[in-house]
């Protein structure tokens, strides 16, 4: 024990633990323990009143270390080891122990929450007996940020950047403006899209601290928080951007119409070959009175090193296509309103008109909301946000353009949500729109050409059916395709939805878990552009915080080589990420190349390598304590797979109050010692779940699993290794049920035979 004079201070979270956890018999359990100087319990800890009460006790001198009961650490640790370091504490002896999404929102039964709880206190009482002051590492931080996706959100966020920071602004098609610049006009305001979104993509292009990359992916990512190391890849274009003038010659001797523009407002302001055409005759090369034509142009690696990244990734449309009864792509008139708004914007290929297949205006058109929004089956369970208003725009742009057209909405539910937009609806039906509640059953093409709706009308209590000859799916809104392979590179976890998670839906909307990631738009889950926009203020914002501090504070949670070190260099051959290397016949560490993965203390044979505040010592003494309150299953849990556990509280999901979380930096912290030391004190089995996505820790995952087992058979109970990344937090409940059931019936068993 370390002498030292703790705080343990329990929160009521008005009433969001104390319903469910007895926290005035914890706090009386906990006050006789060593070292616990006060044991204390407040209605809000996070309020001005529960910090100051806190902070009171530390200028008292009464306590030098602090242990906190409440809502998850992922909230407020920061927000706590700040005040504690105002205070005159170092920060790092102040932990917080989940007792409300891991505890009294998942357990109904208050005797077996309160006995989980009381465990859990102990253990973090344990464990900050053993905790040392630890001091930061400092690092200047790459005063420069990547911007990924080049629609609206990204374009934003570059600008708002631009002025203080350089910026890197990367985009996979060849022109930006992602989807607002395919629009028409804009809701609820009938403003021209291009109109607005074309002086920014202009001064985009023209910024002396943007540089942009069009036909550009990320390729690999590689470094750490605040010195990214990045590699793009930049696909042919077969024209240099920045020698192009514009000039449209070899689009005019090109026999092939294989150089063009995108479109006519196309930023970059340059041509493009579609190499699918081209019969490579050379006639574009010889007119080019720049030489900006580059037949031989090749697939580019570029390497940036950044110190942020903002993700803009954006939406891409579901294909209706899987909904079989709405025949898309069998019929020329069934089509979506993405194909709608082509007809009309900036990029049309119908001289912005609206027109059939046959080339004539519609007279009687469909828009069938929810295709593959709200649909619990086949597609996406949530809603798409935008679709009812967007909609009601193209139906009223359909009686502009036709003023004795026909034109109805199927919608489930009319969602009309913010300013001004509740009048649009109105509007629409001023206008002459018509409106059915129900979803629609089938659309089928007949002869003639004619479309047939199936469809109950929800309101009149009937079954319906109608002809039309044009019909609009206005289609679900996916993540766009790349937002998971990115996700994974920069180790941002995704929800089950495709889109990015944000560090908090609610207080921390732009962030990520990883601190030098930021995201905006529809990376984060479908909106509309208002929103979008904001969100992108709203990163930018918080990208110049971040860089323009200059510096970054590291967690000091790293490997610590001691003294009984024979210099065997075992450490530095096993670290995955080159951390270690041999000085003088000792190992070295690079802190900042370092994750805490804690491999090296694992496979050390005289155990001469701890992670600092997650020793050997630290992790045994943590569950000795959570164990005192009686027989559970250990769960050690990397922070990914933590935040599921988190998502499960955060969405009142169920399961058995046997299960104890111990979070470690990585499952490959662990060995026998550990795991024995666990099933030595009352553990009925132990698990190791890990969320990363990195495959320098997961391909060793298997094997970690066979030696543990191995080493830990004698003690006959279970152990088991499970992957639950982030989103899978149902996957992780129903893993976590069948594994205590079985925990419990080998020691029903078990107590059956002593009895016996």
């Known amino acids: 024990m370390s002498g030292g004079k703790t705080g343990v201070y329990l929160c009521r979270c008005g009433g969001n633990i104390s319903d469910a956890v007895d926290v005035e018999a914890i706090a009386e359990k906990v006050s006789g323990m060593d070292g616990v100087a006060i044991a204390n319990v407040q209605d809000y800890l996070c309020s001005s009143a529960g910090q100051g009460k806190i902070k009171s006790d530390i200028d008292a001198g009464m306590i030098d270390r602090v242990v906190i009961g409440s809502c998850s650490p992922k909230l407020h640790l920061e927000t706590f080891r700040a005040m504690a370091k105002m205070a005159g504490i170092n920060p790092m002896l102040l932990e917080i122990t989940n007792i409300r999404e891991q505890c009294s929102w998942v357990h109904e039964d208050q005797q077996e929450a309160t006995r989980k709880a009381k465990g859990l206190i102990t253990g973090a009482v344990f464990r900050m007996n053993s905790l040392e002051s630890l001091e930061p590492i400092i690092k200047d931080l790459e005063d420069r940020v990547l911007v990924v996706g080049g629609g609206i959100s990204g374009i934003t966020a570059a600008l708002e950047m631009a002025n203080e920071h350089e910026v890197i602004l990367v985009e996979n098609k060849a022109y930006i403006g992602g989807h607002m610049i395919g629009l028409s006009k804009t809701f609820p305001t009938f403003d021209c899209s291009q109109c607005t979104l074309t002086p920014k993509m202009v001064e985009v292009f023209n910024h002396q601290n943007i540089t942009l990359y069009t036909q550009t992916e990320v390729a690999s990512v590689d470094g750490n928080v605040g010195h990214f190391k990045v590699t793009l890849r930049r696909m042919q274009r077969y024209v240099d951007v920045d020698a192009c003038t514009s000039c449209g010659r070899c689009a005019q001797e090109c026999p092939k119409d294989a150089i063009a523009l995108p479109f006519v407002q196309a930023i970059p302001q340059a041509y493009i070959i579609d190499m699918e055409k081209c019969v490579k005759c050379g006639l574009c090369e010889k007119v080019c009175a720049v030489g900006a034509v580059k037949l031989d142009d090749r697939e580019e690696d570029i390497e940036v090193n950044v110190g942020a990244i903002t993700i803009a990734t954006g939406f891409e449309p579901i294909d209706p296509s899987i909904i079989e009864e709405y025949n898309y792509g069998r019929h020329p008139d069934i089509i979506t309103a993405i194909e709608f708004e082509e007809m009309l914007s900036a990029m049309s290929r119908t001289g912005m008109r609206l027109q059939k297949s046959d080339g004539t205006m ?256 630290q992790l045994k003494a943590q569950a000795e304590g959570i164990l005192d309150a009686g027989m559970g299953v250990i769960v050690y849990i990397d922070p990914a797979a933590y935040a599921a556990a988190d998502i499960a509280g955060v969405n009142r999901s169920p399961y058995s109050s046997l299960i104890r979380f111990v979070q470690v930096p990585s499952i490959h912290v662990l060995d026998a010692d550990i795991v024995n030391h666990a099933y030595e004190h009352g553990a009925g089995g132990v698990m190791l779940i890990e969320g990363t996505t990195d495959e320098a820790l997961t391909s060793r995952s298997k094997d970690l699993y066979s030696k543990l087992k191995k080493a830990t058979k004698e003690h006959k109970r279970p152990i088991r290794y499970s992957h639950i990344e982030t989103a899978q937090y149902e996957k992780l409940m129903n893993l976590l049920n069948v594994f205590a059931e079985q925990v419990a019936a080998k020691a029903a068993k078990k107590a059956g035979k002593k009895e016996a």
């Open 362 to 617: 519609p007279q009687k058109v469909a828009f069938v909301l929810c295709v593959g929004s709200r649909d619990f089956n086949r597609a996406n369970k949530y809603c798409s946000k935008v679709c009812c208003l967007y909609s009601q725009k193209q139906a009223q742009l359909v009686l502009k353009m036709n003023k004795d057209a026909d034109v109805t909405v199927f919608y489930i539910d009319m969602r009309a949500a913010g300013r001004r937009m509740e009048e649009f609806y109105h509007h629409a039906q001023e206008v002459g729109v018509n409106f059915v509640r129900g979803r629609v059953a089938e659309v089928n093409p007949l002869d003639g050409g004619a479309l047939q709706l199936r469809y109950e009308d929800t309101l009149l209590g009937e079954i319906g059916s109608d002809e039309f000859d044009m019909v609009v799916l206005c289609p679900s809104l996916n993540p766009s395709g790349g937002t998971q392979q990115l996700a994974d590179q920069l180790g941002v976890p995704v929800g089950s939805d495709g889109f990015i998670e944000e560090k908090h839906v609610k207080i921390d909307p732009v962030n990520t878990l990883n601190q030098g990631v930021f995201a905006a738009g529809c990376a984060l889950g479908p909106k509309d552009i208002h929103d979008s926009v904001t969100e992108a203020m709203s990163a930018a914002h918080k990208v110049s915080g971040f860089l323009g501090k200059g510096m970054i504070s590291i967690s000091p949670e790293k490997p610590v080589i001691t003294d009984a070190c024979d210099g065997c260099g075992i450490c530095v051959e096993e670290c995955p990420y080159g951390a270690l290397s041999m000085k003088n016949k000792k190992p070295v560490l690079e802190a900042l190349s370092c994750n805490a993965c804690g491999i090296c203390a694992a496979v050390c044979p005289q155990e001469a390598v701890e992670i600092a505040n997650y020793t050997r010592k």
